[in-house]
C-alpha cells in the first residue's frame, strides 16, 4: 500500500532541481507557504513562561482555555456563537485532514472522498489511506478554478466526504456565499460530509471570505449537519509551529471523532496550548502581517497586469507554459525556486502553471516578481 503514496512535491522540486547550480546571488524560495516573518513576540513570551507545563500529561480534547480561545476567535470573526461541543482543538488541521476521512469512513463499503485537482496533497494521502476511491474536482480556467457540484454528482459513487478549500491552494480561487449555501444544501440532500479547509481565511486584500459555517446558518441548517469547518493559526500568525488548529460544526459527528482521537496521541503540549490560546485571541498582529500579503498581492497585479491576481491567500497561479522547464530555468538563471503546478494536481490540472508563495516582505517580493516576469518573457522567446 505505501507504493500508492506520491512524494510530496517538495521532494520532487528537489529532485527536478538536482545538479543545476543558481548563480552566486542570494536565494528566494517562493515554493512553501511558510510565513517568511518571526512569530509575534507575545505569543513566544507566552510559550516561554509556560515551560513549566510540560511535565504535565495534555488532554486530547484541548484545554478549555484554548477551547475558549477558539470559540472567542469565530465568534469575533463570523459573528458565530458555538457552544464547546461544537468545536475540537487540534495538532494544526493536517491530522485532522488525514486521519477525520479513516476515522469516518471506517466499514463503509465503497468509500469514496472528492477533493478538489489540483490540491494540498494530504487530501490524496488520506484517501490512500483509506483505500477510498476518489472523484477529483478540477480547477481549470473554465469553471474560474472552482469545484463543480455537477460532475461530483454525475459520478457514479456519491462521496460520503467532500472536502473543499477556500480559499483555495494554489489557484486563490473562493466560493462566495450563495455557492456554499448550494454545497451545504446538497451535502443534507446527498447525506455527505463535508470538510471545509478555511485555512486561508486570514489572508485578503478587502474582503473577506465566507466560511461554511456561515453558509450553514444561512441554509437553515442551524445545527451544522454534516458540515465541518477546519481553521489553523500557522498562516495567520506566522505560527505553524504552534500546530493549532480547529474542526467546528456538527456535534454529533464530533462527539465520535473526539473518542477516536484519544487513541492516535495527537494531543497539544500544554505550552503549545497556552500560546495558541494568546494567538487566536491576538486580533492585532494578524492584522498586521495580512496587510503585508494584501499588499504583495497587489504589486503581484502591478507586474503582471494582464492576468488576475486572486485577492485572497498569498499565492500566485501564474500559467507558464512548461511549468517543469520554467522552474528549471529560473533557479538556473536568477536563483528563484517555485513549485510546478504539475505536483500539486493529477491526471494533468495543475500543468503549465506554477504556485508563487508570497511570504517575504514586499521590497523583497517586488525585486523577486519583477525578475521573474523578465525571466518568463525569455523563457517564452526560447520555447516558441
Not at 476518489?134 to 460520503?160: D, H
Not at 500568525?237 to 473526539?258: C, E, N, Q, T, V
Not at 494568546?278 to 504583495?296: G, K, L, V
Request: hydrophobic content about 40%; overall charge neutral.
Amino acid at each position: 500500500m505505501l507504493t500508492q503514496f506520491q512524494s510530496y512535491p517538495f521532494e520532487k522540486l528537489r529532485a527536478l532541481l538536482s545538479g543545476i547550480m543558481p548563480p552566486q546571488i542570494p536565494p528566494i524560495t517562493l515554493t512553501i507557504g511558510e510565513p517568511q516573518f518571526q512569530t509575534p513576540q507575545n505569543i513566544q513570551l507566552s510559550l516561554k513562561e509556560n515551560t513549566s507545563l510540560l511535565n504535565k500529561y495534555p488532554r486530547s480534547s484541548g484545554e478549555e482555555y484554548l477551547i475558549n480561545a477558539q470559540l472567542a476567535f469565530i465568534a469575533h470573526r463570523y459573528g458565530i456563537q458555538l457552544n464547546p461541543q461544537q468545536i475540537i482543538p487540534t495538532f494544526g488541521t493536517r491530522e485532522v485532514l488525514f486521519n477525520f476521512p479513516q476515522f469516518y469512513l471506517f466499514g463503509t463499503q465503497n468509500p469514496t472522498i472528492a477533493y478538489p485537482n489540483p490540491f494540498y496533497q494530504i487530501y490524496e494521502g488520506a484517501a490512500i489511506a483509506c483505500r477510498a476511491q476518489t472523484i477529483l474536482m478540477n480547477l481549470t480556467p473554465q469553471n474560474a478554478f472552482k469545484p463543480s457540484l455537477q460532475s461530483l454528482l454525475a459520478s457514479p459513487n456519491k462521496p460520503q466526504i467532500v472536502i473543499l478549500n477556500s480559499p483555495n491552494n494554489p489557484t486563490g480561487s473562493i466560493l462566495e456565499l450563495d455557492e456554499l449555501i448550494e454545497w451545504v444544501q446538497k451535502a443534507l440532500e446527498y447525506d455527505f460530509v463535508i470538510l471545509s479547509d478555511e485555512c486561508y481565511s486570514e489572508l485578503y486584500v478587502d474582503t473577506k471570505p465566507t466560511s461554511i459555517l456561515e453558509a450553514s446558518l444561512k441554509a437553515g441548517n442551524t445545527n451544522f449537519k454534516n458540515i465541518l469547518a477546519l481553521n489553523s493559526i500557522s498562516k495567520r500568525s506566522s505560527a505553524p509551529g504552534l500546530r493549532s488548529g480547529f474542526i467546528a460544526g456538527d456535534s454529533d459527528i464530533l462527539k465520535a471523532y473526539g473518542l477516536y482521537r484519544t487513541y492516535i496521541g495527537c494531543a497539544i503540549p500544554l505550552p503549545l496550548q497556552k500560546a495558541a490560546a494568546y494567538a487566536w485571541e491576538d486580533f492585532h498582529s494578524p492584522e498586521q502581517s495580512r496587510a503585508i500579503y494584501a499588499e504583495n498581492l497587489r504589486v503581484a497585479q502591478k507586474i503582471f497586469p494582464d492576468i488576475h491576481i486572486s485577492p485572497y491567500t498569498f499565492y500566485v497561479w501564474l500559467n507558464v507554459g512548461d511549468d517543469e522547464e520554467f522552474c528549471k530555468y529560473i533557479y538556473a538563471t536568477e536563483g528563484i525556486s517555485v513549485l510546478p503546478g504539475s505536483f500539486l494536481g493529477r491526471n494533468g490540472v495543475g500543468k503549465g502553471y506554477v504556485r508563487l508563495a508570497l511570504v517575504y516582505d514586499t521590497p523583497t517580493i517586488t525585486d523577486a516578481l519583477k525578475r521573474i516576469r523578465t525571466s518568463l518573457q525569455n523563457f517564452q522567446k526560447i520555447h516558441k
